[in-house]
């Protein structure tokens, strides 16, 4: 059974950094891609950052690219998402998600197949 389980969210004031981890169990890390996504109520929810399956390759959206860095830890079986200078705009449940590697960018929903749970990420100003 896999398991993908987010932490490291919480409540963080306009400007603040937090780092946020997912530890994904029950498949062969090594051979996924993985990515972040986030929601915020009462909209879709969007693309953050994507990173290939041996961390060499990494894809951001204009909203979070140079506050954002993805990385990935596959002796642990770990993804991180780092943010800097966050925004109120920030402020959503964050979703790590893992596909098997191949093509695509990893930036669409419907590229992955496994996903977590959320944790959620509050900016206040």
């Known amino acids: 059974q896999v398991q993908m389980v987010e932490s490291g969210g919480g409540l963080v004031q306009a400007g603040g950094s937090l780092r946020l981890s997912c530890v994904v169990s029950?498949?062969?890390?090594?051979?996924?891609?993985t990515g972040w996504f986030r929601q915020a109520p009462g909209k879709e929810r969007e693309f953050v950052a994507a990173i290939s399956w041996n961390g060499q390759h990494a894809y951001y959206p204009d909203s979070v690219a140079g506050r954002s860095t993805i990385s990935r830890d596959n002796a642990k079986n770990t993804i991180y998402l780092q943010m800097n200078s966050l925004k109120s705009e920030d402020t959503a449940v964050y979703y790590c998600?893992?596909?098997?590697?191949?093509?695509?960018?990893?930036?669409?929903?419907?590229?992955?197949?496994?996903w977590g749970q959320g944790t959620q990420v509050t900016v206040s100003s």
């Open positions: 998600a893992a596909r098997r590697a191949g093509r695509g960018s990893g930036m669409y929903e419907y590229e992955y197949t496994y």
């Open positions: 029950g498949l062969p890390f090594g051979d996924y891609a």
